[in-house]
């Protein structure tokens, strides 16, 4: 069975639960739902070097999810989500070049590279959460 | 790409399905679908287990999750906020 595309939702609780200050919305529902999934087993099983940008995937995409939020709910105004959208992509660039690097045997510089993207990923989400606190402007 | 068991393929659409229903993946319609239809197809064809691609579509989610963000950014400069 070829091209089928799938995710692994350990790496989507990795993510919520290292979101700094996620909503209360995403971490309980990781707790909620930690207990009732084998997604660590699985995602263990499945166990590749180049996996492990996963969860810098899944943190951008949660993270985005969460300006798309409060953007509906008019918490942060057009602008600033733009803002968070930028630094995201700073951050995808990293993981781009990251997972580029795995392909390439380079696994030392993909490790370096993850870690910048973490940072650029942790610099996106403070853009989002300052603008939340701040409120519309 | 990987091969992994059907059992195994089943835990993630699940653990996928769950996380959407609940908000935190709002992006994995279309990775769900594919993975479950994926999971029918290699039943029906008495295979146990499914090449899937993870990365591929970790990816996928994102594109989606940021292309609606985009539309919502569009839509808020519409309405001029």
Redesign the interface.
């Known amino acids: 069975m070829k091209n089928i595309l799938m995710a692994v939702l350990a790496l989507a609780l990795a993510a919520c639960a290292s979101t700094p200050g996620g909503t209360n919305q995403v971490l309980g529902t990781a707790t909620i739902l930690m207990p009732a999934i084998q997604g660590h087993g699985t995602l263990g099983a499945l166990g590749d070097p180049e996996y492990r940008a996963g969860p810098h995937v899944t943190q951008m995409s949660v993270l985005l999810h969460r300006t798309d939020l409060a953007l509906n709910r008019k918490q942060i105004s057009s602008a600033q989500a733009k803002e968070v959208l930028a630094a995201t992509e700073v951050a995808e660039a990293t993981v781009r070049k990251a997972v580029a690097a795995e392909k390439a045997g380079r696994s030392s510089e993909a490790t370096q590279l993850l870690l910048i993207a973490s940072k650029q990923i942790g610099n996106a989400t403070q853009i989002l959460e300052t603008a939340q606190k701040g409120g519309v402007k | 790409?990987?091969i992994?068991s059907i059992a195994?393929?089943r835990?993630?659409?699940?653990?996928?399905t769950?996380?959407n229903l609940?908000?935190?993946?709002?992006?994995?319609e279309?990775?769900i679908d594919?993975?479950g239809k994926?999971i029918a197809?290699?039943k029906a064809a008495g295979?146990d287990d499914?090449?899937?691609?993870?990365?591929?579509?970790?990816?996928?989610?994102?594109d989606a999750?940021?292309a609606?963000?985009?539309a919502?950014?569009a839509q808020?400069?519409f309405e001029g906020?």
């Not at chain 2, 835990?11 to 996928?16: A, F, H, R």
Request: hydrophobic content about 55%; overall charge neutral; aromatic content about 4%.
């Open positions: 790409m990987k992994v195994d393929a835990n993630i659409l699940l653990g996928l769950l996380a609940h908000g935190i993946l709002p992006g994995a279309p990775v594919q993975l994926a197809d290699a295979k499914i090449e899937v691609g993870v990365m591929e579509g970790l990816w996928a989610i994102y999750t940021k609606k963000l985009q919502s950014i808020a400069e906020r």
